[in-house]
T-cell receptor, first 112, second 113 residues
Framework: GENVEQHPSTLSVQEGDSAVIKCTYS??????FPWYKQELGKGPQLIID?????GEKKDQRIAVTLNKTAKHFSLHITETQPEDSAVYFC???????????FGTGTRLTVIP | NAGVTQTPKFRVLKTGQSMTLLCAQD?????MYWYRQDPGMGLRLIHY???????AKGEVPDGYNVSRLKKQNFLLGLESAAPSQTSVYFC????????????FGPGTRLTVL
């Protein structure tokens, strides 16, 4: 099955700086890579996703990059704000699979 | 449109007791999932369903049972609770077909003493 590894497990940045979270996956057939944000006491919520037919996708301050050859993808948050503080999960899936395989999460703290 | 709701929000059980967690979605999604979340271990899939009347095992199914009698509801049962089942449980749903967004509920915090 798929194995998704996520690094770092914790990340602290100053407000205004950028944050990068990296994930690797093992199944070369995986073609869907979402990122979820989980705020304290809430369920995960999708913030951005990318499919394997593109290498990068942006949505305002958030971007995701995908390197299929190396089997890794990354979340980039620019101009971080205190409200970006949360746990972020990456995941991977493929056509024909019924479920997502999640990384173990990164706790991001943005220091005002 | 409430999305995905979970009942109850909190529960404390004694070892050996049973309980059922209810998940409901109003988005007409075919697929529904139950996950547990433990510190440092991310989200682990317990059971899932790809349609009314169908269920399948996930990564950590032991000690749990599920039922999907109605499309909008997915029930997770613990027949004889154990302290190892202390966790936060999340339900999620999504449309059928190609891999796509899963929508999560707010979670149920379960403590087994």
């Amino acid at each position: 099955g798929e194995n998704v590894e996520q690094h770092p497990s914790t990340l602290s940045v100053q407000e205004g700086d950028s944050a990068v979270i990296k994930c690797t996956y093992s199944d070369s057939a995986s073609n869907y890579f979402p990122w979820y944000k989980q705020e304290l006491g809430k369920g995960p919520q999708l913030i951005i996703d990318i499919r394997s037919n593109v290498g990068e996708k942006k949505d305002q301050r958030i971007a995701v990059t995908l390197n299929k050859t190396a089997k890794h993808f990354s979340l980039h948050i620019t101009e971080t704000q205190p409200e970006d503080s949360a746990v972020y999960f990456c995941a991977a899936s493929k056509a024909g699979a019924n479920n997502l395989f999640f990384g173990t999460g990164t706790r991001l703290t943005v220091i005002p | 449109n409430a999305g995905v709701t979970q009942t109850p929000k909190f529960r404390v059980l004694k070892t050996g007791q049973s309980m059922t967690l209810l998940c409901a979605q109003d988005m007409n999604h075919e697929y529904m999932y139950w996950y547990r979340q433990d510190p440092g271990m991310g989200l682990r899939l317990i059971h899932y369903s790809v349609g009314e009347g169908t269920t399948a095992k996930g990564e950590v199914p032991d000690g749990y049972n599920v039922s999907r009698l109605k499309k909008q509801n997915f029930l997770l049962g613990l027949e004889s609770a154990a302290p190892s089942q202390t966790s936060v449980y999340f339900c999620a749903s999504r449309i059928a077909g190609v891999p796509d967004t899963q929508y999560f509920g707010p979670g149920t915090r379960l403590t087994v003493l």
